[in-house]
């Protein structure tokens, strides 16, 4: 029996498209209530949109966590984090799942369809929806670090562009 239940969105790419479906299955096993943002088919869409969409229902209070997938796990991830108050990790083993809750606040998983299979995506998806946030001291520092950066830098900071604008 779960002690909290949650609100999860679950959303992915097309690559990740296959993988979902078992993950909202898993979801709802857990007896928690998924929230699926897509995509519906493995038609080719672009995986910051559904990064988007999931920080945006984080964001709003109307889910609690959130499960992202896209072929790597790291496109996905890459866009997730570019959002205030999004802590997401592309985590591939259940130390990553279980600690990126306990120690940093993780409230994305992202997941790689092409790198891991759905039993071990279902392992981590269990992992991480049982971890909690630790609370302790120095956890909770780091974090209120992360989301200083967010306030000092937010939507200004810059590194070298891939393309030219």
Do not use: W
Request: glycine share 8%.
């Amino acid at each position: 029996m779960i002690k909290h239940r949650m609100k999860i969105a679950v959303a992915s790419d097309h690559a990740g498209f296959p993988l979902k479906a078992r993950m909202i299955e898993e979801i709802k096993k857990m007896g928690h209530e998924p929230l699926d943002l897509g995509t519906n088919s493995t038609d080719p869409v672009d995986y910051p949109d559904y990064a988007r969409a999931v920080a945006q229902a984080l964001r709003e209070g109307r889910v609690e966590r959130a499960v992202l997938i896209c072929g790597s796990g790291a496109g996905a991830c890459v866009a997730a984090n570019k959002f205030r108050g999004i802590r997401a990790a592309t985590c591939h083993d259940t130390f990553s799942a279980q600690q990126g809750v306990e120690d940093d606040g993780m409230n994305v998983l992202c997941l790689g369809a092409r790198v891991i299979g759905s039993e071990l995506a279902s392992e981590l998806l269990r992992t991480y929806l049982n971890a909690r946030f630790s609370n302790l001291d120095r956890h909770r520092k780091r974090v209120e670090k992360v989301e200083r950066f967010e306030e000092e830098f937010g939507a200004e900071a810059r590194v070298e562009r891939l393309t030219p604008r």
